[in-house]
């Protein structure tokens, strides 16, 4: 099985050829693939895209001091969409 992933950066149609070479044989034109498939526009945007939450070793919680990230989440698009952030595994009391 072959799996290809392709994550497109700009909202457009792609058309490629896929070039596929076995070993000893080189390329073999007959095993070429054409790609074709589409970037489209984000559901919602999240900034900083990448989120560092830097280890923290907590050895009793009186002495532990909580770290806060902002982020933004925007909608690119007129329509509205409806989500939401899902806590309930935080209500473990083993958690913190």
Do not use: Q
């Amino acid at each position: 099985m072959f799996e290809l992933s392709f994550r497109p950066k700009d909202v457009k149609v792609y058309k490629f050829d896929l070039p596929i070479s076995l070993f000893g044989h080189g390329r073999l034109d007959v095993l070429t693939k054409v790609v074709r498939c589409e970037g489209l526009k984000p559901k919602f945007m999240i900034e900083p895209k990448v989120m560092d939450f830097k280890k923290k070793i907590i050895r009793n919680m009186e002495k532990s001091v909580p770290s806060f990230i902002e982020v933004a989440l925007n909608n690119p698009n007129l329509k509205s969409i409806f989500w939401k952030i899902d806590t309930t595994h935080l209500e473990n009391d083993n958690i913190f």
